[in-house]
């Protein structure tokens, strides 16, 4: 029996009728990753440790997590005990952390299995995971064509089929944008929601984990898991986990969703644009209203996202020195010939790059024109989206302006461009609120992803808004060809 | 040309918490490099900072004391720069707002008393050592220290001499010591300061380009280091030259100071808002527990030794300038009665040897318990005075308790008459000469009797008692 392009439920049942046990799912599901290898989703396998904790949760009755014995894939920013995290960087190539992040503790003492970690941008820098020190992750829609990024290659694992869902990280559309260009569903929950403790850090104030999955409602069991207070991440919420899976499949009447003025969605291509109308009906037939709201601060997300990202990443990533661990450089002179080189030799040029911007941004004489304005104008997007929450529900956006491009058709030349990649999605990081990309059809053969923000800690709302489209449409249910393949 | 000191002090006080600023590994010194290590000091991938509140109290304490500005709301900031000690590649500080702004504090000088006004005092994380000389072609990093909790507290430039700044810096180690907030332990490292020296023509108002003495961690130093810094600035202003700014470290072996190497010292820290922190916030009911536990300060204590022991002024006034000090005698006076004994013992005997070991009290083999059977034993006389003395060389070296010293030695003091009686009588038969010279009016001779009875007793008889013994048989 296959197992590929299950979801949680399915495979749950299957556990539970005792048709698959955990430890035959777990040897399947490394197999199919290992005859899709070419897609190139996973850095690392975890074969014997998810194999031996498969046998494990195989012999405990005790348990009745939904997720006992369901493998999943971790973004390799997620320090695993023992099992090497390398931030697709050759500067970790070689880095087996001595603890757990908690997101992925909190996924596997529910007992889900962690089969691999998988193939991301570079520190997470990127929206094609293209800066990949592994090389690139092909998207399962069609072969040469980025899965978006940065959690490419848990995006891509996902819609291949492989698992039924893996963790990501989103700084600025990280976990939203791949699950668009993927044709899977993906959700970035507010800042704070899920602790950041063992998530290899790009920028601090921006980044959040959460899950791709096949659906809105595998999204909500895999978040429910994840989410809660953490004391050792400090800016961790201490706030009450609402049962995510019980507040979705209500009804939706009367929902308020905003269409944001300053986008002029006008401008996109017509085909996009006509997925957008056709999803807008779907929402209008299920009884959900649309109202135009104005933003007037959102055209500054894209210059305020990359003085505050870099910045952050400048000062963040400064501990990768060669001193104590990753990647040294032989033969240096003295210790500062040892930095150069280790950090020259070890990061990609993305990462330099932001490095380099960031270091700017924060230098003497530039801050208070490029950082402080920066957190100005912040403070005044996150002032938009508050008076705008206070007559809708939820805002409606594309999540991409387009779908997955060419290996290296974009941002070669120019990187601004592939920057623009995230016009829609990073609002949401700088407000700090969450946002949902669920499959809404095609544009030439691609999936392009629809996007809902929410307001503060208004996940379940955005889940439950997602699970009902899903509900009456299937273009969730849409899977790749994989003939390429 | 008669020229004119301007000295500020940026005094490191590391905080005595069992545990670090943003971990919970332990602070003790002197462990075997990097055992007081966990993830988060060494600055592993994907680690976060988390508080520890403790510092917070011991920082606030001081404000209070000074007189400061308290900010219940702390930020801390990143200072950017790298260094093989450093494991992030920055420091977590406070730059836009310290915890305590402000406050004043009094510093003995020779014309009196003087008042060095705070600016501000600020908590930070300590960085690892550096060891560039134990392995061959290698340094070491010994990341102990990484994270420990850092007062750093900046005075105004308002110090005008070498020695007032001595004084500034025992006036800080009196107060952290007294408020339980450091150990006080300067050659740890847990009192350090940097100082900033400039001069300039005597009647200037502006301010002379200055020179900035890094991590200076003695009192001797500090006043070493400044001399030759004011030194040397007079010769560069005299000759025509131009003080530079710049860092420099004092060299104790050369007694001189010179300039850091450009690549030891960054310019650009690169500051700003640590991400991974939320503002710390200190309720209105912290802060009452604070002062409800304040801790007595000297000048409290002076007055309670005074009051409640009937100490001398100068006496209670010695005692309560030390804080290990002040601590043993409040833990001796609950076990003795006689507490100008105790004060007179502290003040003498003890002081005099602490003096010639260069210890502090409490890094003795004397405890209080000990200390207070002495006095004890003296009192209830036990002992002679004379024998506490040799008691006290013991108990220094030894640790042991008067009562075990005096048992094992038999130092228990002679004071039946009969037993005494018996020696005299001995003495007076062995010189007949010494006795008639006495009885013709040589009065002096009976120190020589007093003598002999406490040679051939061991000095355990009682000297009130052989006086009063010998005179009676001597005039017979």
Redesign the interface.
């Given at each position: 029996m296959s197992i590929q392009y299950k979801t949680i439920s399915q495979l749950r049942e299957m556990i539970d009728a005792k048709s698959i046990s955990s430890q035959e799912l777990v040897k399947e599901t490394l197999k199919l990753a290992e005859s899709l290898k070419e897609l190139n989703c996973f850095v690392t396998m975890n074969k014997d440790e998810g194999i031996k904790k498969a046998i494990e949760v195989d012999g405990t009755n005790t348990s009745n997590s939904l997720l006992k014995g369901i493998p999943l894939a971790q973004k390799d920013l997620f320090c695993t005990e023992g099992l090497r995290t390398t931030c697709s960087s050759k500067i970790l190539a070689d880095f087996v952390p001595p603890y757990t992040a908690t997101a992925v503790e909190k996924l596997e003492n529910a007992g889900s299995i962690t089969i691999g970690k998988t193939n991301m941008d570079e520190f997470a820098m990127g929206s094609s995971n293209e800066t990949s020190f592994f090389g690139n992750v092909h998207n399962p829609w069609k072969k040469g064509y980025v899965p978006g990024g940065s959690s490419g290659g848990s995006a891509a694992a996902v819609a291949a089929g492989i698992i039924p869902a893996a963790t990501g990280t989103d700084t600025g559309g990280s976990i939203r944008q791949p699950a668009a260009h993927c044709g899977i569903t993906g959700i970035k929950p507010t800042y704070g929601r899920v602790s950041r403790w063992g998530m290899i850090a790009f920028a601090s104030s921006l980044d959040q984990a959460g899950p791709l999955a096949r659906s809105a409602e595998d999204c909500a069991i895999l978040l429910n898991e994840m989410s809660g207070y953490d004391p050792k991440d400090t800016t961790c919420l201490n706030v009450e986990n609402t049962n995510l899976l019980q507040s979705i499949n209500q009804p939706i009447k009367g929902l308020k969703i905003g269409i944001v003025k300053e986008f002029n969605l006008g401008d996109l291509k017509a085909e996009v644009q006509i997925r957008f109308e056709e999803s807008k009906k779907i929402y209008e037939s299920l009884g959900a209203e649309f109202v135009e709201i104005s933003l007037p601060s959102i055209s500054a997300s894209v210059p305020t996202y990359y003085s505050i990202a870099p910045a952050e990443c400048s000062s963040n990533l400064s501990r990768f020195d060669g001193v104590r661990f990753g990647y040294r450089a032989k033969d240096t002179d003295d210790l500062n010939d040892l930095y150069i080189k280790s950090r020259s030799e070890g990061f990609g040029d993305e990462v330099k790059r932001r490095i380099l911007i960031g270091t700017y941004a924060l230098s003497a004489g530039y801050y208070d024109a490029y950082y402080k304005k920066a957190q100005q104008v912040r403070r005044l997007i996150k002032n938009d989206f508050e008076v705008a929450f206070r007559s809708i529900d939820l805002i409606m956006t594309p999540t991409s302006p387009g779908t997955a491009f060419a290996f290296g058709s974009k941002g070669v030349q120019n990187p601004v461009e592939l920057y623009l990649e995230d016009l829609f999605t990073i609002s949401s990081n700088l407000a700090g609120l969450p946002a949902i990309s669920i499959p809404h059809g095609k544009v030439n053969g691609l999936p392009v992803g629809l996007q809902l923000i929410g307001n503060f800690l208004k996940e379940d709302l955005l889940l439950n808004a997602a699970h009902i489209f899903q509900q009456n449409s299937e273009f969730h249910l849409e899977r790749p060809s994989m003939e390429e393949f | 040309m008669t020229w004119e000191t301007v000295i500020g002090l940026e005094t490191h006080v590391q905080l005595s918490t069992k545990t670090k600023l943003f971990s919970r590994a332990s602070t003790t010194f002197g462990k075997s490099p990097n055992t007081n290590v966990n993830?988060i000091d060494?600055?592993?991938?994907?680690?976060?900072?988390?508080?520890n509140k403790e510092a917070f109290y011991k920082a606030i304490r001081f404000g209070m004391a000074v007189g400061s500005k308290i900010n219940q709301t702390s930020i801390f900031d990143?200072k950017?720069y790298?260094?093989?000690d450093l494991?992030?590649?920055?420091q977590i500080t406070q730059m836009d707002l310290p915890i305590v702004l402000g406050g004043k504090i009094d510093i003995e000088t020779d014309s009196g008393i003087k008042t060095i006004n705070i600016t501000r005092a600020h908590l930070e994380e300590d960085a690892g050592k550096s060891i560039h000389d134990e392995f061959d072609g290698f340094?070491a990093?010994d990341l102990n220290r990484a994270g420990t909790p850092l007062l750093e507290i900046v005075s105004e430039p308002e110090i005008s001499n070498a020695k007032e700044a001595v004084s500034y810096m025992k006036a800080m180690h009196q107060l952290v010591t007294f408020l339980d907030v450091s150990d006080g332990n300067m050659s740890q490292g847990s009192l350090r300061c940097d100082a900033n020296v400039s001069i300039r023509k005597k009647g200037d108002s502006k301010l002379g380009t200055r020179t900035e003495i890094k991590n200076i961690n003695s009192f001797k130093f500090i006043e070493k280091a400044i001399n030759f810094e004011i030194k040397r600035q007079v010769q560069v202003l005299e000759s025509g030259g131009n003080v530079i700014q710049e860092t420099r470290l004092y060299d104790s072996y050369k007694d001189e100071t010179r300039p850091m190497r450009s690549?030891e010292f960054a310019n650009?820290y690169?500051?700003?808002p640590e991400?991974?922190?939320?503002p710390v916030v200190i309720s209105d009911s912290e802060m009452q527990e604070i002062k409800d536990h304040f801790p007595e300060l000297p000048k409290e204590k002076k007055a309670r030794y005074q009051k409640e022991y009937g100490l001398a002024i100068y006496d209670a006034q010695i005692i309560a300038s030390s804080k290990s000090m002040a601590d043993f005698f409040d833990a001796a006076v609950q076990k003795t009665k006689n507490y100008i004994l105790l004060s007179n013992w502290l003040i003498g005997e003890i002081s005099a040897f602490l003096n010639k070991e260069t210890i502090e009290i409490n890094e003795s083999k004397l405890s209080a318990e000990n200390v207070a059977v002495l006095i004890n034993r003296i009192d209830d006389q036990t002992i002679s005075g004379k024998i506490a003395k040799s008691i006290f060389e013991e108990m220094c070296s030894s640790g042991e308790s008067p009562d075990q010293i005096i048992e094992s030695k038999g130092l228990k003091q002679i004071t039946d008459d009969d037993s005494i009686e018996k020696v005299v009588d001995e003495v007076i038969a062995n010189n007949p000469d010494q006795v008639e010279g006495y009885q013709s009016g040589k009065d002096k001779l009976l120190g020589f009797f007093v003598g002999q009875v406490m040679k051939e007793t061991q000095g355990k008889a009682n000297p009130q008692t052989v006086n009063k013994i010998l005179k009676e048989k001597l005039t017979k």
């Open positions: - | 993830l060494c600055g592993l991938p994907g680690v976060l900072p988390s508080v990143r950017n790298f260094y093989a494991p992030k590649g920055y340094s990093i690549k650009d690169r500051y700003f991400p991974d922190l939320l």
